[in-house]
């Protein structure tokens, strides 16, 4: 069980980048919703979000559990579970996916409350929440951008 699920924590190794693991494995979730997106539209891409959240949460779990670690940096599947997020109110276009980025990465480093807070909650859930909601908090911005046609 631990190689499926370190495989998963770490999307492929990504999270054991030396250099910024959270922003690579954000970058790498932009083309994956990128296709989604274009194959089944929102739809699709918010019902292959709440996949990676419930396996990011299994696997982080285990991950954490097995590191000792409350948020191991190496557990990345909850960036691409928020970026996912932050994507899901981006049109499918260039502009759309950039500001998703900037604005979900600004809120996962920058973690304002009630980020903050869910970065507290224990285990899997844990190291998957603060993401989920910075991925939230993002996505409200994007949409209230596009909703005024800048993007």
């Known amino acids: 069980m631990r190689f499926p699920a370190t495989t998963l924590a770490t999307l492929l190794g990504i999270g054991r980048a030396p250099l910024a693991p959270g922003t690579w494995a954000s970058l790498a979730a932009l083309p994956l919703a990128w296709g989604i997106s274009a194959l089944g539209g929102v739809a699709l891409l918010a019902a292959w979000t709440l996949v990676a959240a419930a396996l990011g949460i299994w696997a982080c779990d285990i991950y954490a559990r097995e590191s000792g670690k409350h948020d191991p940096?190496?557990?990345v599947i909850d960036e691409l579970a928020g970026q996912w997020i932050a994507c899901l109110a981006a049109p499918l276009s260039l502009p759309g996916?950039?500001?998703?980025f900037v604005l979900f990465r600004l809120f996962d480093i920058w973690k304002p409350w009630p980020i903050s807070a869910a970065e507290r909650a224990?285990?899997?859930v844990g190291v998957m929440l603060d993401d989920l909601v910075a991925g939230l908090f993002a996505a409200i911005l994007v949409a209230a951008v596009?909703?005024?046609g800048l993007i």
């Not at 996916?97 to 998703?100: K, R």
């Open 73 to 75: 940096s190496e557990c």
């Open 97 to 100: 996916y950039a500001l998703a």
């Open 122 to 124: 224990r285990g899997g």
């Open 146 to 148: 596009h909703a005024t």
